[in-house]
């Protein structure tokens, strides 16, 4: 059973990949000239400028592995940084690798690889998950009142989506904060888990096994919402380890065209608030879109934009993805000696 899964697993990834090389190959058909004058912008672009992209991006890993390690205070193995940032560009790999739906269950395995149970890598892994989702959500609401009060009109068009990202946001931390916690809506979860499967009694067993899940993981979450200096220093690393990625749009204009760096780091955290609200495969192609109509308001012309995209993929994604390969086959190896 668990074989015909994995084996499902794999092919809905080729499928997406398929279809991702498809779709990018029938763009580069239609629109080649424009590809080819924004590959021509990025050639042009100072190497010093693509030095500092490349460090604010692994500064992103960097952030990320001191979370992990803090993250871990609480549970009975402690990752230390350096694995905190192995586990980080290991995550990223699996992520890129599976369009977006792996990375989560990466870090799942990365910690109980190390020996920390599954619940107790869930309740982690969920904790941090909602600590960054609040993050990018309080960092989109506060640029977007920024950009509105500097005279960024062109913003208020996204008014309704940024409103509806916030409410979204706050209704998944809701969600996710209630099951972790609150023992009565695990418990009314399960009675009517249990009320569905009552005529299964294979189910019986299965259900039992998650009621004991359940109460790990709530262990494991009361551990780490109850810290308080573990919360706000993990919501402040998040903040630190989100600008890092938000400043490589703004120093590529900053350098090339003279653009003020704030304003950059602000439409970035709004591109990945409105992110949110849009429905895609695995999110695939969401931020880009968002990124392009958003910042053409800022630089109208189109080469510049999609130049600035394309280093921002290459810094956040792909060059992580690269690096994430040896990790994740190193590790395997040590899992299986």
Not at 39 to 58: C, I, K, M, Q, R
Not at 75 to 91: F, L
Not at 277 to 282: C, F, Q
Request: glycine share 8%; hydrophobic share 50%.
């Amino acid at each position: 059973m668990e074989k015909s899964t994995g084996k499902q697993t794999v092919l809905k990834n080729i499928i997406k990949w398929l279809i991702l090389l498809l779709l990018a190959a029938f763009g580069y058909c239609y629109n080649r000239e424009f590809i080819h004058d924004a590959l021509s912008e990025v050639g042009h672009t100072p190497f010093f400028v693509l030095l500092l992209a490349f460090l604010l991006g692994n500064l992103y890993f960097l952030f990320e592995g001191v979370i992990i390690s803090r993250m871990t205070v609480t549970g009975r193995i402690r990752v230390n940084v350096p694995r905190g940032i192995a586990c980080g560009y290991m995550c990223e790999f699996y992520r890129l690798s599976t369009l977006g739906n792996g990375g989560g269950i990466a870090q799942v395995y990365y910690y109980y690889s190390y020996g920390i149970p599954v619940s107790e890598a869930l309740g982690i892994c969920i904790s941090q998950y909602t600590f960054q989702k609040i993050t990018i959500g309080l960092m989109g609401i506060v640029s977007f009142v920024f950009l509105v009060i500097s005279g960024n009109r062109g913003i208020m068009k996204y008014a309704g989506y940024m409103a509806v990202g916030a409410l979204m946001i706050a209704v998944v931390c809701a969600v996710l904060f209630l099951v972790m916690v609150s023992r009565r809506i695990s418990e009314a979860l399960l009675h009517l888990l249990d009320r569905m499967t009552k005529h299964w009694p294979r189910a019986n067993k299965k259900l039992e096994e998650l009621r004991t899940a359940c109460d790990r993981l709530q262990t494991q979450a009361r551990l780490v919402w109850s810290n308080k200096p573990l919360f706000f220093s993990v919501i402040l690393l998040d903040l630190a380890k989100q600008i890092s990625w938000y400043l490589i749009p703004g120093v590529y204009l900053s350098f090339t065209r003279g653009v003020s760096l704030l304003p950059c780091v602000g439409i970035m955290a709004v591109c990945n608030m409105l992110a949110g609200v849009m429905v895609a495969p695995s999110g695939i192609g969401t931020l880009d879109f968002v990124f392009g109509i958003t910042f053409a308001k800022l630089v109208p012309n189109g080469e510049v934009v999609a130049a600035m995209l394309i280093i921002y993929r290459l810094f956040t994604w792909f060059l992580p993805f690269l690096f994430g390969l040896p990790v994740a086959l190193c590790h395997k190896k040590v899992v299986r000696t």
